[in-house]
Structures are given as C-alpha cells and as structure tokens.
C-alpha cells in the first residue's frame, strides 16, 4: 500500500463535502508528474487531504477507492482517481507546522509548493500525523478559525445598518 497526498482548494471541494457525499472523482490534473503520482495510484492507498489557498492544511485522511482512469472529459489529458473519506483529522495540520519540522525537509509538500499530488513515505506520514494533537497546532487551528467568524460578524454588522 502506497500513501499520497492530494492538494484541494476548500472553496472548489472540501474534505467535509468529501465526508458528506461518501466518495468522489478527484481531477482536473495537468501537471506531468502529478499526472504521473496519479496513475500510480492503487485501491486502497491511504491519501492525506490538504486544503490549498488561504488554509494550507492537512485535514483529513482519504483511501483511493478505485483505479486512475483517463478522464474522458478533459481534452487536455488528464486522469481521475475515485478518492472515499477516511476520517478528519482531530486538529488540521498547518504548512508552517511542517516547514518548520527539520525531519520534513525533502517532503514534497515541503519542497515543491504546486505540486497537487505527491507521494508520501511511511515516515513522512507518521510524522506529519504526530502533530495532529500537539498544542502549537491546536492554538493555530483555533486561531485561523476564528478569523473567519470575525470577518462575517463584521460582515453581518455593516449589513445592517
């Protein structure tokens, strides 16, 4: 079993729209060695979830429920795997948190930011897993999650007056 991790844009498909529909084709790759990491895919295969844009967190964990297949639609070439939810994680995983991890350095995460599909070794993975409970993350977690609330509570202020 090979383990991945896959890069979502939340406002686009969440893991939480993941976690509500119960499966989903995960696409739209163009990337030749994204592309690539893709077709290797396997039923089976352990996935982390990242949310791209204004989160950058792991957030969750997936299992590729079906094998790559060249996505008819796009006429560009790309492949779509079948991705299913496994579990959210209990505090997501910030991408400072792993940059700053010295034994994180050559995780491709780390080192090559577009990248949308990656593999991920065992160590890697249980490494980036150990920071689900620690402190540091829950007080970034908690802290990023306030701020959207502000902003539509700023939102919600100006709208009624």
Do not use: C
């Amino acid at each position: 079993m090979a383990r991945w991790l896959v890069k979502e844009e939340p406002t686009h498909y969440s893991f939480a729209d993941l976690r509500r529909d119960g499966s989903a084709e995960w696409d739209g790759v163009h990337n030749a060695l994204a592309l690539r990491h893709l077709k290797a895919m396997r039923r089976g295969d352990e996935v982390l979830y990242y949310h791209s844009g204004g989160e950058r967190s792991v957030v969750g964990i997936a299992r590729v429920a079906g094998a790559p297949y060249a996505n008819p639609s796009d006429d560009r070439g790309s492949w779509s795997v079948r991705l299913a939810p496994v579990r959210t994680l209990a505090t997501a995983v910030p991408l400072s948190t792993l940059k700053a991890d010295a034994a994180l350095t050559s995780f491709d995460l780390v080192r090559i930011g577009r990248l949308s599909v990656m593999p991920v070794s065992d160590e890697q993975w249980a490494r980036v897993l150990s920071f689900e409970s620690k402190s540091n993350v829950v007080r970034q977690s908690r802290s990023a999650a306030r701020r959207p609330k502000r902003r539509a509570a700023a939102a919600r202020k100006r709208s009624s007056t």
